[in-house]
């Protein structure tokens, strides 16, 4: 039984670029939500996906967004990046919005 | 913004020790999990609490609900170096999305 799974695990960019991270959930699950862990900090809420609908959202800027697609899986892209989004992006599944979510072991994201 | 307050935020101790950590919050939880995450690893989710004074008991460690759903703490007893990470504590909301403490890193030395 698969658990979460993240893609890639690390990803260097530079100012200015794109980046497209992305998520499988756990086998049965259909909520997918994201969460950016800076270091020495908890994670941060970014977004909830559920039936291919951004459902909930933190406190973060448009140049966030994500998609669900049909078989659950889920992207988290950002734009224009700055220095400050180096960090941890974690991705959690669960069944329906409200259950315990599965964490996967993230991607770390490093700007230069 | 972190609306949980944990700590203490950093504890070593030796192999066999007992510990507790806290987790605190000026408005009541509707339900309150704790997980524990390992260097390199995502968070693994150790326990969910939701009725006020709710004690519950994973092997070694245990876990309590304050009666006002304000509070929490985990006990950790004979702590062994496996027991080493980051312990989360995580809020859940009537919108379902979890809000984090910064977390305790515990260090157990052999």
């Known amino acids: 039984d698969a658990g979460v799974t993240q893609s890639p695990t690390h990803l260097i960019k530079t100012r200015g670029q794109q980046v497209t991270l992305r998520c499988s959930p756990k086998?049965?699950?259909?909520?997918v939500s994201w969460y950016q862990q800076a270091l020495g900090q908890g994670p941060q809420f970014i977004f909830q996906?559920?039936?291919?609908?951004?459902?909930q959202r933190g406190n973060f800027p448009d140049r966030f967004s994500g998609h669900q697609f049909p078989n659950y899986s889920s992207e988290l892209n950002v734009n224009a990046l700055l220095l400050g989004d180096s960090a941890l992006y974690l991705c959690a599944s669960s069944l329906g919005p409200g259950g315990p979510q599965h964490f996967g072991d993230g991607t770390r994201l490093s700007i230069l | 913004t972190q609306l949980l307050e944990q700590s203490p935020q950093f504890l070593s101790i030796q192999e066999g020790e007992n510990l507790t950590v806290y987790c605190n919050s000026s408005s009541v939880f509707s339900s309150l999990q704790w997980y524990r995450q390992e260097p390199g690893e995502g968070p693994v989710l150790l326990v969910t609490?939701?009725?006020?004074?709710e004690v519950k008991k994973l092997k070694r460690l245990t876990f309590q609900f304050g009666d006002a759903r304000k509070d929490s703490s985990l006990h950790i007893t004979a702590a062994q170096p496996g027991d080493t990470g980051l312990y989360l504590c995580?809020?859940?909301?009537?919108?379902?999305?979890?809000?984090f403490g910064k977390g305790t890193l515990l260090t157990v030395n052999p």
């Open positions: 086998s049965g699950h259909d909520t």
């Open positions: 995580g809020r859940g909301g009537s919108n379902y999305k979890l809000t």
């Open positions: 609490v939701v009725t006020g004074g």
């Open positions: 996906y559920y039936e291919e609908e951004e459902r």
